[in-house]
């Protein structure tokens, strides 16, 4: 029968000022990592052109920020770009406005 719960291994000590002091608490021990990622640090280094999601129309945020951006660069946008346009975008007009 294998186990279902992931290995509990103890956490690190809270120090002064626990809520239980003296208690040893437990976090599961996952097959995953967290944290650096090799060589690719920056998720968002990423090539937009192989986004899975780049053909989307870009997010509200994107909208929001490009318009700050083409406004401090004296540019105009389209407002119908894709997420992997948009973003090639805010790069742009952010070494533009030195922002990036």
């Keep these: 029968m294998s186990d279902e719960h992931p ?6 000590d ?3 000022g ?3 002091p003296g ?13 650096a990622r090799g060589h690719d640090a920056d998720p968002a280094s990423k090539d937009p052109a192989d986004w ?7 997010t509200s945020a994107q909208r ?5 951006l ?8 389209s407002a119908d770009l894709t997420k992997a346009q948009a973003s090639a975008e805010i790069e742009r007009l ?3 406005t030195g922002r990036g």
């Design 7 to 12: 290995q509990q291994r103890p956490a690190p």
């Design 14 to 16: 809270a120090g002064p």
């Design 18 to 20: 626990s809520d239980l």
């Design 23 to 35: 208690e040893e608490q437990t976090i599961p021990d996952f097959d995953e990592t967290l944290g």
């Design 52 to 58: 899975v999601t780049g053909d989307e129309p870009m």
């Design 64 to 68: 929001s920020y490009l318009d700050t």
């Design 70 to 77: 083409a406004r401090e660069a004296g540019e105009e946008v």
């Design 94 to 96: 952010q070494r533009i």
